[in-house]
């Protein structure tokens, strides 16, 4: 199981004095977080993109070359793309920037996006939201497969054999696809063969057990080797030294964040009782010391049928600095040693 982290760059006010840090502070603090996620040894680093003011990760292959330029070994992503905002060749020119920088160690998680700035501030129909994914993911595999492609879809100028430069370090970019809850997102990646990665922002982990099976019925239905399935959840996750230690860091953030777009689309305010019950041990926050952590991340595989990844969401802790850092340390150190022990990959 590859274990690492998510960003969404997140820019929170300070909870006492509704003062905003400083966004290139933060954007500091952030690009030393991913070298801590390098040095201790996790296996991947994600930047979203958001097109809010909350967050600063509009232009997430921005970031992630500068990561890519402060790092070794660990492998940089989007988490997500969205793909469906985003000319698939310009995606695909940055990308491949990225993983010749990094010398092969670029990927990408491709979605719809859970949020719909985008679309308006680039003139896009919300209406075409699922065809504008469905032709651009369609044009971004095109890529990977030839330099000169030949494509037609609806919504952007053909391709007639230019070239499409640079290419990559990898033979390919590897492509994950990030769904929420729809039973078709799962089975188009399953149908497309390619790796699974499941949002789970609250609830339970069971409950998606339906359809994680969807995707696995449609990847085996069309024929994929299922040697290379893949499934991965990112789910929100914080350290601490302790239970109680890990969850007063990481509360306020998420309480701030989870309010303001509950505002927005109507939903009831957050509560620390809420907050407490999905990090208990039936809920799908993995908040917690290293033994319950990883116990919780243990489960979560089982109950899902098996995790190639999980991903921790870890910015609504961003006003803890040092708190930040030391669960990125906890993470690699602690954590990821004793779920890899368990599952015999040492």
Known sequence: ???????FAAILPDPATGVLPSPTDRMADLLDEVEVADRVGLDVFGIGEHHRAEFLDSAPSIILAAAAARTSRIRLASAVTVLSAADPVRVFQEFAT????????????VGRGSFGEAFSLFGLDTRAYDDLFAENLDLFLTLGETSHPTWKGRFRPALSGQGVFPRPHQPRLPVWVGVGGSPQSFARAGTLGLPLMVAIIGGTFDRFRPAVDYYREAYAEAGHDPAKMRVGIHAMGFIGDTDAAAADAFFPGWSHLTGKVGRERGWSPPSRAQFDEMAGPEGAFLVG???TVAAKMLRASETLGGLSRITFQMSTASLETAAMKRSIE?????VAPIVRNSLGIG
């Open 1 to 7: 199981m590859e274990i690492g982290i998510d960003s």
């Open 98 to 109: 990225i993983d010749l920088i990094s010398k092969g160690r670029a990927e990408l998680v």
């Open 289 to 291: 010391s290293p033994e």
């Open 330 to 334: 906890l993470l690699g150190t602690e």
